[in-house]
């Protein structure tokens, strides 16, 4: 029987790598698929992993209708067994049951791969229907680390080095800007523990505070 799969952790743990491994996994076995994402930070259609991996793919816009997509596609001939969803959390809750319709309806398999909350720790509108919904949601096991050693359980955007905790749900940025030497990037992302999430107490930040007399700030 198909089944609608979730796949979350936070940044940097590797989700779209395991996307690009799961498509090419059943495509060895001689199953069909199509790729789909949305914001990705490499720009639009396109799937790509930190490892340096990239695949083609389509683009899921707030307008973008996956039922009408796939019947579409079967409907003029195309073979498809399964779909892979990167990037889930950007979907409207309307594409996520869209998705559930083609697994009880087509019996394709969709696999979803996405962050569950977003920088303010707020659940995604799209990973929210999946938890509600998907018939199997997944913890990725590859586990990332805060600055200070402990699990990574946050995400965090800083704006020109400093953290936020307002703004845009969309912004897309680049976890590997956070911490580099040079000019800090407009937007960049961090993955921290729930403590210093809390804090604001990001990698840069921590360094400053360990440069000056200036206490941490505890409370």
């Not at 969709?110 to 707020?122: A, E």
């Not at 509600?132 to 955007?157: F, M, P, S, Y």
Request: hydrophobic share 40%; proline share 2%; with cysteine.
């Amino acid at each position: 029987m198909a089944e609608l799969h979730f796949f979350t952790g936070t940044m940097d743990s590797g989700k779209s790598t395991l996307a690009l491994q799961t498509d090419h996994n059943h495509a060895a076995r001689g199953r069909v698929g199509r790729i789909f994402t949305a914001h990705d930070r490499a720009g639009d259609s396109v799937i790509s992993s930190r490892l340096g991996l990239t695949r083609d793919a389509v683009e899921v816009d707030a307008e973008f209708d996956f039922w009408h997509y796939v019947v579409g596609a079967l409907t003029h001939g195309a073979r498809i067994d399964y779909l892979i969803c990167d990037e889930a959390q950007f979907y409207t809750r309307e594409q996520v049951d869209q998705l559930a319709k083609i697994v009880d309806e087509l019996q394709l398999d969709v696999f979803c791969f996405g962050i569950l909350t977003d920088f303010r720790t707020s659940l995604f509108v799209g990973s929210q229907r999946l938890v509600e919904i998907a018939d199997r949601v997944h913890t990725l096991q590859v586990e990332t680390l805060c600055w200070c050693g402990k699990r990574a359980t946050h995400n965090a955007r800083t704006e020109d080095g400093i953290m936020v905790t307002e703004g845009d749900v969309i912004v897309v940025g680049d976890v590997e800007d956070a911490g580099m030497s040079g000019p800090p990037a407009d937007v960049a992302y961090e993955v921290l523990c729930r403590q210093h999430h809390r804090r604001r107490l990001t990698a840069d930040r921590a360094r400053a505070v360990s440069l000056t007399s200036e206490p941490l700030p505890f409370g």
